[in-house]
């Protein structure tokens, strides 16, 4: 492992040493590679996304794949949607998933090597009953699982961009996550979604977004626009030409 990485910084230091600019997603990543000793000029511009997919105009469809799913209509649902890894921290989730009552659900799209230790550890938590796996969706269908959530969530720390977060806020959808710096300028918090550093924190900012429906709309609202206004594919053209 420790050989690998030493690679990974000599490979990568090699092929950007002739280059004139560098574009990375995030900040998270320009700082990886000044650890690397890269030192061409740097470019922070997030990849785009077609936001046009995700827009949550369809009610019909949300209400089908909940009704699939064996979801309530009432039910207030968290999402996640990812790789099922152990880089994922899904763990922590389901660990505060415990706590908040028998009524929560946690809507897990995708699949990965992880899924069948995760499976498990719902059981011996006693989670089982409020978790629904959907496994691997084909990428053309994901936008519509994304319509079937209530509130995105996520407690990975090992993105070097994450595009399932922008992907959900392009769908609306209010985020609670982790803070991690692959966030920064991407979720402002109290603004288009909320961020969280411990169980509490998480507990108590679930709890608002569960009770105050007008907060909950607010703050997808105002993802979508972020998302519009910074993650599009004009957006990133633009900044690319800039570049």
């Known amino acids: ?23 990375v ?16 000029p740097i470019y922070v511009i997030p990849s785009a996304i077609d936001t046009a997919r995700y827009q949550r105009s369809h009610l019909e469809l949300r209400e089908t ?6 979801i309530h209509s009432d039910e207030c649902v968290l999402i996640y949607v990812g790789r099922l890894a152990k880089e994922k921290n899904l763990d922590e989730l389901f660990h505060f998933l415990k706590h908040c009552g028998p009524d929560q659900r946690l809507l897990v799209v995708g699949g990965g090597p992880d899924q069948p230790r995760l499976e498990q550890l719902a059981q011996e938590l006693g989670i089982w009953e409020q ?38 806020m392009a769908s609306a959808l209010p985020l609670l996550c982790r803070a991690d710096e692959c966030l920064d300028g991407v979720i402002q918090n109290g ?7 411990d169980e509490q924190e998480f507990l108590e900012r679930l709890k608002h977004l569960k009770e105050d429906f007008a907060v909950r709309n607010q703050l997808g609202i105002l993802a979508r ?18 570049v």
């Open 191 to 197: 603004v288009n979604g909320l961020v969280y550093h």
């Open 65 to 70: 794949i909940r009704a699939e799913l064996g």
């Open 225 to 242: 626009q972020s998302v519009e206004k910074r993650y599009s594919i004009p957006a990133f053209a633009a900044a690319c030409l800039e």
């Open 131 to 168: 978790l629904i796996f959907t496994g691997m969706i084909p990428p053309r269908q994901i936008q519509n699982y994304y319509q079937a959530g209530d509130i995105f969530v996520s407690a990975s720390t090992s993105e070097t961009q994450g595009l399932t977060y922008m992907e959900a």
């Open 25 to 40: 997603p995030t900040e998270k990543m320009r700082t990886m590679l000044r650890g690397y000793g890269v030192n061409q």
């Open 1 to 23: 492992r420790a050989l690998g990485k030493e690679l990974v910084k000599l490979y990568s230091k090699t092929i950007l040493m002739d280059t004139q600019a560098v574009i």
